[in-house]
């Protein structure tokens, strides 16, 4: 399975830390998504990493892949209170998006 | 850009009833769409995946007969549940893509189902 698993399940900051999360998964990839969900609505795509980047950047945003180890991490800096959601990494092969479980995000103002 | 609409957002009904469920990609062209069942706090779980003007693909263990999914076109596919039980109330969630799996899945915001 290309599923993607994420640690911590779940994760409570103050407002202004940095909130990193990890993602891994067992099988080679063509890339890897993360996702966000706020509770009971759909996902929103954050950023796609492909298998030969190392290091990715949207906003406050970072992403890392080390496919040697089969692992991701999401890194949010200055963490608000409206980025408290849910937050999946997904796999891609050649076969649908496969999802973790996900880490649940708690910002506290 | 990238807008996914689904609909209904909510959809209250007794056992036995048939729901449909629609998926819509408003500014591209959905070549491929996936329909997504959550359970709370729960990942999601790939029922199957369609491509426009063919029969859909169905995850091992998911009822095709049960689940009815129809991609009459680039924009647009729909889940039906026939004859709702209890058992499958449950969020269910589109995506839909444009070109290769290098792409990003774009989602919908789900519909709540719940069979009384």
């Known amino acids: 399975s290309q599923q993607g698993e994420e640690d911590p399940q779940a994760l409570s900051i103050q407002e202004g830390e940095n909130a990193t999360m990890n993602c891994s998964y067992k099988t080679s990839i063509n890339n890897l998504q993360w996702y966000r969900q706020n509770s009971g609505r759909g996902l929103v795509h954050l950023i796609l990493i492909r298998s030969n980047e190392r290091e990715k950047h949207s906003g406050r945003l970072r992403v890392t892949l080390d496919t040697s180890k089969k692992s991701s991490s999401l890194l949010i800096t200055a963490s608000r209170a409206a980025d408290t959601a849910s937050y999946f990494c997904?796999?891609?092969?050649?076969?649908?998006?496969?999802f973790g479980k996900g880490t649940r995000l708690s910002v506290i103002a | 850009g990238a807008v996914v609409s689904q609909h209904p957002s909510r959809v209250i009904c007794k056992s036995g009833t048939s729901v449909k469920i629609e998926c819509r990609s408003l500014?591209?062209?959905?070549?491929?769409m996936f329909w997504y069942r959550q359970f709370p706090k729960q990942s999601l779980m790939l029922m199957a995946t369609?491509?426009?003007?063919?029969?859909?693909?169905?995850e091992q263990g998911v009822e095709k007969d049960k689940f009815l999914i129809n991609h009459a076109s680039l924009t647009l596919s729909t889940l039906t549940v026939t004859s709702a039980h209890p058992e499958d109330s449950s969020f269910y969630i589109c995506?839909?893509?444009?070109?290769?799996?290098?792409?990003?899945?774009?989602f919908g915001d789900g519909t709540r189902l719940s069979i009384l």
């Open positions: 500014d591209f062209q959905a070549t491929t």
């Open positions: 995506s839909a893509r444009q070109g290769n799996s290098n792409q990003p899945q774009h």
């Open positions: 369609s491509n426009e003007g063919s029969k859909a693909t169905y």
């Open positions: 997904a796999t891609s092969g050649n076969t649908p998006l496969v």
